[in-house]
């Protein structure tokens, strides 16, 4: 991500401009790690999203590499697929951190190096508040120094494996976040215009407002605009209740995928959508009826809209 954020912030106010001529930016997918019934997908499973999903990109993104033995089944899935995998590492309770590095020392061995893109020590940990951010990025050290004594199955060291984490937007423009940031070697903000009550009309400018201002802040943090960048987490539900003027539909979904996430990557920014497929065997929460209905596709793996991203 080499564009300078003086660059990219006129983008906010002049999105009916369509981009200069450039390749678009790499598109990832969050992957959700169970089944429709709730139970822990196996690699069977995992090897079928992929074949879904690879007319569309080669990079999943998961929270944590313990949960539902997560990394001992989708690593060789992924291998065979030709997938990237970026893997998150649950820092929290510290039993479970112990539990995430267990993991990676066990499993990481068994695939090639090439398949790991990065990892993600924390997933919106700060905005939970479920540790500091000067614990937080002890930890992001930690994982450096861990990875650097594991060799995958060819006998190559994960030492400069990107190691970052990936965080709600205006908790990046926080204070709270920058030993974190200064800690990391890859960045992922996480922007929903949804969760923000946003009108479908506002959605888009609301949503490169937030990853603007992140971009800015590691930006100066790092004192270069040549950084390791993404969006971590963005998307709009297609079912479910209303958020403040945010209305759930198939349609807005698609207006936000062409005119958010594809004008974002269209400027350079690597995006990844929240989430790949639906997730029914998720509950409702707090009043919110939404979060079975994030998928890009149905929970049968059936795509909801188009995923083109011609300008």
Same mark, same amino acid.
């Not at 992929?50 to 001992?72: G, M, R």
């Not at 893109?117 to 450096?144: F, H």
């Not at 971009?215 to 950084?227: H, P």
């Given at each position: ?8 912030? =006129?983008?906010?106010? *002049? !999105?009916?401009?369509?981009?200069? &001529?450039?390749?678009? /930016?790499?598109?990832?997918?969050? #992957? +959700? @790690? ?31 590499? =313990?949960?539902?033995? *997560? !990394?001992?089944?989708?690593?060789? &899935?992924?291998?065979? /697929?030709?997938?990237?995998?970026? #893997? +998150? @590492? ?46 937080? /990025? ?174």
């Amino acid at each position: 991500m080499k564009l300078s954020f003086t660059a990219l912030a =006129s983008i906010a106010i *002049t !999105l009916t401009v369509a981009p200069v &001529a450039q390749a678009i /930016a790499p598109l990832g997918f969050n #992957l +959700g @790690v169970k089944d429709n019934s709730g139970a822990c997908k196996t690699g069977e499973e995992y090897a079928a999203d992929f074949e879904t999903l690879k007319p569309y990109s080669n990079h999943v993104k998961v929270y944590s590499v =313990s949960d539902c033995n *997560t !990394l001992e089944f989708i690593a060789p &899935a992924a291998e065979t /697929a030709g997938f990237n995998l970026t #893997l +998150g @590492v649950w820092p929290t309770p510290y039993e479970k951190y112990t539990l995430e590095k267990q993991t990676l020392q066990q499993y990481l061995p068994t695939i090639s190096k090439s398949t790991i893109s990065s990892v993600l020590v924390g997933s919106e940990a700060l905005y939970r508040g479920d540790l500091t951010g000067d614990v937080l /990025a002890s930890y992001i050290t930690e994982v450096k120094e861990l990875l650097a004594g594991i060799y995958d199955k060819d006998g190559k060291s994960y030492a400069g494996v990107p190691v970052g984490t990936v965080d709600s937007w205006n908790i990046l423009v926080s204070g709270e976040a920058y030993a974190p940031i200064n800690a990391s070697d890859i960045i992922f903000a996480n922007a929903f215009s949804y969760w923000q009550g946003q009108t479908q009309q506002n959605s888009t400018f609301s949503f490169f407002d937030d990853i603007m201002q992140a971009l800015q802040t590691v930006q100066t943090i790092k004192g270069s605009t040549d950084i390791n960048f993404w969006v971590g987490e963005t998307g709009w539900p297609t079912e479910g209740s209303n958020y403040g003027a945010s209305v759930p539909s198939v349609e807005n979904a698609q207006t936000f995928w062409k005119d958010g996430v594809c004008a974002m990557r269209g400027w350079g920014i690597n995006t990844f959508v929240f989430e790949a497929f639906d997730e029914s065997w998720k509950p409702e929460t707090s009043g919110s009826s939404v979060e079975p209905y994030w998928g890009i596709f149905t929970d049968d793996r059936s795509l909801k809209y188009s995923l083109n991203c011609s300008f």
